[in-house]
């Protein structure tokens, strides 16, 4: 895949044109890695990435991950952030959506499991469905109604935490969980249904501002690169249990939950 001999290690992001799979390619190139991008570019924009062309460390490879996955040569770190995301994607994809958390968190762990790497799992705060308990702490198993419309999104990353933690089980691999929460930062497109990009596009357009419900409902803001950060310390890590990241609190800091 690369050519020459390196002593860096090499990283395989699958979503790696997405909004957080892009911002997590920058931040391994910035940390001295080698990055194989993997993107079917369903969701996906070549625009988060074209700033990388050129790049001798960095590789595009488009591939549904639902399929097979072959990538030749060592890998130290698979980051399997392939899966719409937002609520217009994955009610719109429902079919793709559980596909790529069943089929294509197989297959990249089982990449992984070839080349002995570390692999680290992209989830998320929709693992708690519609939660009754606030903030959500990881010990904390949810009410999600599996056959809700967006059940489909939150069943396929339950069952990826799932496969996870059986290869990490069953055949000891070194795997990681995050479970994200709302992040919001550059690349966000304006039009993909979360709140932050939703108020900016309305307010550039000068259009009321849409709240639903009564307005009591709370979210856990998180900017990209302090979520990028965590990432990456926990895969540095040699902590195997789901990891919240987000902002629990009212404080000016992004935490760890």
């Known amino acids: 895949m690369f050519r020459g001999t390196s002593s860096k290690p090499i990283a395989v992001v699958t979503g790696g044109a997405g909004f957080l799979g892009s911002h997590l390619s920058d931040r391994l190139l910035t940390e001295g890695f080698r990055v194989i991008a993997i993107d079917n570019l369903i969701t996906g924009l070549t625009d988060n990435i074209a700033h990388l062309a050129g790049n001798q460390d960095f590789k595009f490879i488009r591939q549904n991950v639902s399929e097979f996955i072959f990538v030749p040569g060592r890998v130290d770190y698979v980051f399997h952030f392939a899966s719409p995301a937002s609520p217009i994607d994955y009610l719109e994809l429902p079919i793709p959506t ?9 297959n990249a762990l089982g990449l992984a499991k070839d080349k002995m790497a570390s692999f680290v799992l992209a989830s998320t705060s929709e693992c708690y469905g519609d939660p009754l308990i606030h903030p959500q702490k990881e010990d904390y198993w949810g009410n999600v109604n599996p056959i809700g419309p967006r059940g489909v999104y939150d069943e396929a990353k339950r069952f990826a935490e799932a496969m996870t933690m059986a290869y990490h089980r069953y055949h000891r691999a070194d795997t990681k969980i995050v479970r994200i ?27 009321p501002l849409t709240v639903f419900g009564n307005g009591s409902q709370t979210r856990s803001f998180c900017y990209v690169s302090d979520l990028i950060d965590g990432i990456f310390r926990l895969a540095l890590s040699d902590y195997h249990e789901p990891v919240n990241i987000g902002k629990p609190s009212g404080n000016d800091r992004p935490r760890f939950c």
Not at 98 to 106: F, P, R
């Open 98 to 106: 559980l596909k790529v958390g069943a089929l294509g968190t197989h």
């Open 181 to 207: 929460f709302n992040t919001y930062g550059p690349r966000m497109r304006l039009k993909d249904g979360r709140v932050v990009p939703a108020f900016i596009s309305q307010a550039l357009s000068q259009e």
